[in-house]
């Protein structure tokens, strides 16, 4: 049977799921039986490092907001169809899970999304979702998606949001996200609506406490026996608030590292044992902060983590980047993990700034960056065209190279850390510019930045290179200093606030290169610095 599934494959599929529900020998036999402990890990520590170009994470959204009825060919197409045959080797697709226990999948320990409210003024909201409507045929989005990945060579994991918050974000979907679970239990919440929490939403879950820790390992072992996945992800990012000290604005103890350590090693003995039984492994990834420093404060430590391989995947960085992606890939591959960089949606509050980050060619950029910085393969998140070119592009240097490229410091914003980490800035290891993080120059008082190319610029000739700098008030073009790794450069142009130079390519590293901005020797001005862009284009570049 091919992509194509017809009514009446998804009428057997409905009637198997409705039969072998939570049954783990429902799915344990497609490994070819079962192994021993000592063979699953092996089986593991291999399938860790397979290719997986780009890994797609899909927020899981289609049955909530995107179909008119449940129907599973509906579902497929919404995001899901259009990438097979590209580089898209991995698919993570997350059921919700929003206010840490609602799922759109057939869930007994948590709580089932099936909500249908309207958002107020007339507008769809989740008068849409079709949650119920599939779990009341026998089948649900997970299953869905688990057995299009199969009949497709797709590897396929489930994500949890390890505390989704969004009933906390205070919009008009926040009251109808709020889970029974913690009108029950107000007291395992870091706040209330009146008395805030200094990191992060009130409306946070306090691992520290014994019966969230349980619920939370119960929500995978429930996925890992029912659903023929790959493996599992625990999405710590969404969102970055675990234990109660973190929230009241201390670092954690010793006792908070060790209480999630247990965790996680729960879930590793729980999906190996799981694993085992079926005959092939169940993988195990995290997506954490890019700073061992700041996991640590918040309650992750994650070198421990790999030290005791309990986990087989480390996926670095979404609301923010703290280090350059060197720091990642060398601390994975120092206990032999794979590491992907996820390359989250730009959220700079600046609308110039944040649309050309979110460009093609500024994922281009990012990925090309990622890729010299030696990591395994890309994590796309919050991007969800299935018909995006992205998708047969990221997943290759190769493909990339002779590609149009705009670089930057980076996608993501500057204040976005302080709300999950008041003083997180200690952390940060890298050059940021961008307008929430902007410069003053002066002439006793010069700006250094050193920004990544990922690309050797020269090696696919012709090549043109443009430095773009804008500034917060038109400046005087004489008066500016810029050069790129010691070599001056001259402006061509001016519109506005932008000032335009042409690059010499064959000046540009691949790898770091440091650009330093100054103002003349006795001029008074302090022209503010707000944006830089470092475009590369190659103009006989083949239409992709």
Request: charge should be negative; glycine fraction near 8%; aromatic fraction near 10%.
């Amino acid at each position: 049977m091919d992509n194509q599934r017809g009514i009446f494959g998804w009428a057997a599929l409905a009637l198997v799921v409705a039969i072998t529900a939570g049954s783990p020998a429902a799915v344990a036999g497609e490994g070819g039986g079962p192994v021993t402990p000592e063979q699953i890990k092996a089986l593991r520590h291999e399938a860790a490092h397979k290719t997986r170009r780009i890994m797609y994470d899909n927020d899981g959204n289609e049955p909530v907001y995107s179909l008119e009825k449940p129907d599973p060919e509906a579902l497929i197409d919404a995001r899901t169809r259009a990438v097979v045959g590209t580089q898209v080797d991995t698919i993570v697709y997350c059921t919700w899970s929003s206010g840490f226990s609602m799922f759109t999948h057939n869930t007994k320990v948590g709580e089932i999304f099936a909500c249908t409210e309207p958002e107020p003024g007339g507008k769809k909201g989740f008068s849409q979702n079709q949650t119920k409507a599939f779990i009341d045929q026998g089948m649900d989005p997970l299953m869905i998606i688990v057995d299009f990945c199969r009949q497709n060579g797709i590897e396929v994991f489930w994500s949890m949001r390890m505390n989704d918050c969004h009933d906390g974000w205070g919009g008009w979907y926040s009251p109808f996200l709020f889970p029974q679970l913690k009108k029950d239990h107000p007291e395992w919440l870091m706040g209330t609506p009146e008395k805030r929490p200094a990191n992060g939403p009130w409306t946070a879950v306090d691992y520290g406490q014994p019966e969230i820790r349980d619920l939370a390992f119960k929500f995978f072992e429930e996925v890992c026996n029912n659903y023929d996945v790959d493996g599992v992800q625990m999405d710590f990012f969404r969102h970055l608030v675990y234990f109660r000290p973190h929230a009241e604005g201390r670092p954690v103890g010793q006792a908070e590292l060790d209480m999630m350590t247990e965790l996680i090693r729960r879930i590793r003995v729980m999906a190996d044992e799981v694993g085992a039984k079926r005959g092939r492994p169940l993988l195990i990834s995290v997506r954490v902060p890019d700073s061992v420093e700041m996991c640590r404060d918040v309650g992750f430590d994650i070198e421990r983590w790999m030290q005791e391989d309990l986990i087989d995947i480390l996926t670095v960085s979404c609301y923010f980047r703290l280090n350059p992606w060197q720091t990642s890939v060398e601390l994975g591959h120092k206990y032999n993990i794979p590491v992907y960089p996820s390359l989250s949606e730009s959220r700079l509050r600046d609308q110039d700034a944040n649309s050309v980050r979110m460009t093609l060619e500024a994922y281009r950029a990012r990925a090309m960056e990622a890729w010299q910085a030696g990591a395994d393969g890309i994590y796309m998140f919050n991007f969800f065209d299935p018909h995006a070119p992205h998708w047969r592009e990221l997943g290759d240097p190769k493909v990339l190279a002779p590609l149009d490229k705009v670089y930057t410091t980076g996608a993501r914003g500057y204040g976005n850390l302080s709300f999950w980490y008041k003083g997180g800035e200690k952390f940060m290891h890298r050059d940021i510019l961008n307008p929430e993080y902007p410069r003053t120059l002066a002439a006793d008082a010069p700006v250094s930045v050193v920004m990544p190319v990922g690309e050797d610029v020269k090696a696919h000739p012709p090549v043109e290179a443009t430095l773009r700098l804008r500034f917060k008030e038109a400046p005087v073009p004489e008066i500016v200093t810029v050069a790129i790794n010691d070599a001056r450069l001259v402006p061509s142009s001016q519109d506005g606030q932008w000032l335009d130079y042409p690059v010499d390519p064959a000046i540009v590293k691949q790898g770091d290169n440091t650009f330093a901005f100054g103002v003349r020797a006795g001029e008074s001005a302090q022209p503010v610095l707000i944006d830089m862009l470092l475009w590369v284009r190659h103009p006989a570049a083949p239409p992709q």
